[in-house]
């Protein structure tokens, strides 16, 4: 698969297929748009894919608080557009694992991506820097979650299903539905009376039983007793009774809800928001809030640099006074760690003030040169005699910082 070059092709093409295979990267005009606006400030144009993508990611999460439907479907397909790679190697690792369910390397690539709301509600860059990072993960394991799921659904009767499927599973399945609170409530309390009801035949332990048949009369008369009373202790709304038929076509509209929550159906990115059929997504950054977010991100994205710097260098600075002479290192530890002066360091060590003055300044001096060059090295730092001055000044609080 051939990679994308730059930020505004990885935040606004997607991957085409073509007989199982990667055919070429098809670009989103819309998207494009917005990328290029974003990266009309000289300044952000040697930003980060890590960047941006924590960019977006901050954008869907503000306006979905706020409810700005346009903005947010914006920010989550610059970041679908974003995991186009990473959902690709998952769908291939997949394709491996589970071989013997024939799927094919597009079909893990659209279930993937249908775990994109999961990968927004799950993030958190507190914890979780690098959005990429996570999603991969994400990816991977939703793949294999939904394989394994259709590998069992697929063998199930519905009755089996409804007795191995979980109340999570359950609840977020009639979410996807579209039901309110209350009918949700009511279905599980049917599945549950379901599940204390129905005990198949045969003596086989109904969680490794795959092909249970259909509740018979008496067992749906029994739910629906159940049903009818529990409904005034366990339902906010208790509503009104259920007969038999009733029950049974609740409970096959939970494993018509389970079934379509297993087998997602992945849209186009590219489909236009529900009454807007006739055109594109309206092309508007959120202007204010994006530049307040752009600088937060930008500081917050400095502030790591300097950090990791500062560490870099206290490895580099304790890596350096090992390798000085012990004299040396003696010298640093009194004068610093315990606070002596240069008179009392002298008469300690039975020496001439004007020794110790010279072994404290040539220990400070090669600290320093070897500063210096780790500067130009890892930095890219050109050295001036103020930048220098500078890192002696910084040196010196280094020092008295490490032994105090």
């Known amino acids: 698969m051939r990679l994308r070059q730059n930020i505004v092709a990885i935040f606004s093409t997607f991957l085409q297929f073509e007989a199982d295979q990667f055919s070429h990267w098809s670009r989103d005009p819309q998207l494009h748009r917005s990328m290029k606006k974003c990266l009309a400030e000289q300044s952000l144009k040697e930003r980060s894919e890590r960047f941006w993508g924590l960019y977006w990611y901050k954008i869907w999460e503000t306006s979905s608080q706020s409810q700005q439907k346009a903005h947010t479907r914006q920010a989550r397909s610059h970041l679908t557009a974003y995991l186009q790679e990473a959902g690709y190697w998952a769908a291939k690792k997949a394709t491996t694992d589970f071989r013997q369910l024939n799927y094919e390397v597009s079909d893990c690539f659209q279930i993937a991506l249908s775990s994109v709301d999961r990968i927004l509600q799950g993030f958190d860059p507190l914890q979780t820097g690098n959005f990429k990072s996570y999603a991969s993960i994400v990816l991977s ?191 640093l530890d009194l004068y610093y760690g315990q606070g002596l002066t240069q008179k009392e360091i002298a008469q300690q060590l039975e020496t001439k003030q004007y020794t110790v003055s010279r072994r404290l300044t040539k220990a400070k001096q090669t600290l320093l040169l070897k500063l210096s060059q780790w500067s130009q090295q890892t930095l890219h730092i050109s050295l001036t005699s103020d930048i220098l001055n500078s890192m002696s000044t910084v040196l010196e609080e280094w020092l008295t910082n490490h032994y105090q």
């Not at 969680?207 to 339902?235: G, M, V």
């Open 141 to 331: 394991n939703h793949i294999r979650e939904i394989l394994r799921q259709r590998q069992e659904i697929d063998i199930c009767s519905p009755w089996a299903l409804l007795r191995k499927l979980s109340q999570k599973r359950l609840v977020e399945s009639l979410q996807q539905a579209g039901l309110s609170t209350e009918t949700i409530n009511a279905y599980v309390l049917v599945w549950k009376c379901f599940k204390s009801n129905y005990v198949p035949s045969g003596g086989s332990p109904p969680t490794r039983t795959r092909q249970l048949p259909k509740p018979d009369n008496a067992t749906l008369e029994a739910i629906a007793n159940q049903y009818n009373q529990d409904r005034y202790s366990q339902l906010n709304v208790p509503g009104s009774t259920l007969n038999p038929q009733t029950i049974e076509q609740y409970l096959l509209d939970c494993v018509k809800a389970a079934r379509a929550y297993l087998y997602p159906t992945v849209s186009s990115i590219n489909q236009p928001t529900p009454g807007q059929e006739s055109g594109e997504l309206v092309d508007i950054l959120p202007e204010s809030e994006s530049e307040s977010l752009l600088g937060d991100l930008i500081t917050q994205e400095e502030e790591q640099q300097r950090l990791s710097q500062q560490a870099q260098m206290n490895q580099t600075l304790t890596a350096i006074l090992t390798q000085i002479t012990p004299d040396l290192q003696q010298i």
